[in-house]
């Protein structure tokens, strides 16, 4: 099979992933939290998931597989309950996140329209944005990688630019210490937008269809996460360097459409909102045909089939499901909730991978230190999250654990009815060829 997945391509793919509608939706959040320290913030999220990143590497290499994550934790744990309760909960983050980019592309677009965000307007929009693509993805068409590519491209430099000439408007006063919030906010601020970094996993995916993989994996992960906690870095001085603290909390939810402002005018608030819509109409497409169609597969059949892509054309019953979810996620829950059901969910499975490197460290060689360090990580991260909920937001907490809830008792219950014994050794067929040549 010919390998046409270089360096860049799957460094793009990574990059793509994280800079979705993430950083659109979310910053106002951390803003709220960290206040004047939300660049910290960013970049404490970041640290965790460049500890993970190592684990990800190295499972890459050993198992290359379209499975990608839930592969990972399959080859260490089993193909059993758990690793059926781990993909569901893995689905259900890719449905969180597709919520989560719905949810940014109504708040930009009810800034746009009506320059505020009125409750009817942005469910209407959240709710049609996926209605649309889903309808795109059940007739077969969809964006080419190609098309993915440009829309990468546009809201990086959208981003870049956004991030270099607000440098020029800054005013430092609103960065300094004094403006920080408490450390444990400050912290808890960079954990409730975890999810904004979970789209490098995504390189897993391809790690069988790159070219030198020993080389370029390393390279994409590494180099895709590092140049993003720069960018997200980056994004949020310029906007507490551009907006009060007090206007960035009334325009949360569209807080980087205001803070262009200072320095593009009212020219700037229209090209930001312009470009969320776009990221995030994107980024629902792809969530929608690639991660969680492929998510709804190995919960389904436990394997990825010989016929993935023709499965993949036809899921239309994955689809159906995957955007009936997203449309309730969005339209009945805040984006606070969202976000913390998000992190929490993918702070979880990223401890997994981190202990799945530990576990099967003589296949991949890994550092026991490093991945028992990732696990013990992204383990005290979630507790910190859940703790800080538990005290300072039950309500938004209580919602993730429903969902986290109804997902085990759904994942128990449907093992339990179809009697699978976890006879697949791989999910992907191809990767039991791979690892007996």
């Known amino acids: 099979m010919k390998k046409d997945i270089g360096f860049f391509e799957a460094f793009s793919i990574g990059v793509g992933g994280m800079v979705g509608g993430g950083i659109f939706a979310v910053l106002g959040l951390t803003i709220q939290l960290s206040q004047g320290a939300a660049p910290i913030a960013f970049a404490l999220a970041g640290i965790i998931a460049l500890v993970t990143v190592y684990a990800y590497v190295k499972l890459s290499l050993t198992y290359p597989s379209e499975g990608g994550t839930i592969e990972f934790i399959v080859q260490a744990m089993g193909n ?6 781990v993909n569901n909960l893995l689905l259900i983050s890719y449905v969180i996140m597709l919520s989560l980019y719905a949810y940014a592309f109504g708040s930009y677009g009810c800034a746009l329209l009506i320059g505020d965000d009125q409750p009817w307007l942005h469910n209407i929009l959240a709710t049609s944005v996926i209605v649309i693509f889903t309808f795109i993805n059940l007739m077969g068409s969809f964006m080419t990688g190609k098309t ?25 006063s609103r960065l300094e210490p004094s403006t920080w919030s408490p450390p444990l906010s400050i912290i808890t601020g960079g954990l409730m937008i975890f999810l904004a970094y979970e789209g490098f996993e995504l390189i897993a995916n391809t790690a069988k269809d790159i070219k030198n993989p020993e080389k370029n994996l390393p390279r994409a992960f590494y180099s895709a996460v590092i140049f993003v906690i720069l960018l997200y870095i980056g994004v ?33 608030f229209t090209i930001i909102s312009i470009a969320a819509l ?23 059949l436990g ?9 993949i054309k036809q899921g239309y019953e994955g689809v159906i499901i995957i955007a009936l979810m997203s449309i309730i996620f969005t339209t009945s829950f805040d984006l606070e909730n969202i976000s ?17 490197a530990f576990i099967r ?7 026991r230190f490093i991945t028992g360090f990732g696990f013990i ?29 109804i997902v085990a008792l759904f994942s128990a219950l449907y093992y339990k009815i179809e009697k699978r014994k976890g006879t697949a050794q791989y999910l992907d067929k191809d990767l039991k060829n791979h690892l007996h040549k």
Request: glycine fraction near 10%; charge should be neutral.
């Open 340 to 356: 913390i059901a998000g992190s929490a969910g993918f702070l979880i499975i990223f401890a997994l991978v981190n202990l799945s």
């Open 377 to 405: 990580l992204c383990s005290l991260a979630t507790i910190v999250l859940i703790g800080y909920n538990t005290l300072h937001n039950p309500h938004a907490l209580l919602s993730s654990g429903l969902v986290i809830g």
């Open 148 to 172: 993915e590519d440009i829309m990468v491209f546009i809201k990086l430099a959208i981003l870049l630019l956004f991030t270099g000439v607000g440098f020029t408007t800054i005013n430092p």
């Open 361 to 367: 460290y003589k296949e991949t060689q890994a550092n």
């Open 303 to 311: 394997e990825l089939p010989h016929t993935f892509d023709e499965k």
């Open 278 to 300: 776009l990221s995030t109409a994107s980024a629902i497409n792809a969530t929608l045909y690639g991660g969680g169609r492929v998510g709804y597969l190995i919960a389904k």
């Open 236 to 268: 949020a001085a310029v906007a507490i360097g551009n907006v009060s603290i007090a206007e960035a909390q009334k325009a949360k939810d569209y807080i980087l459409a205001v803070a262009a402002e200072p320095f593009f005018g009212k020219t700037g």
């Open 80 to 85: 059993n309950l758990f690793a059926a309760l």
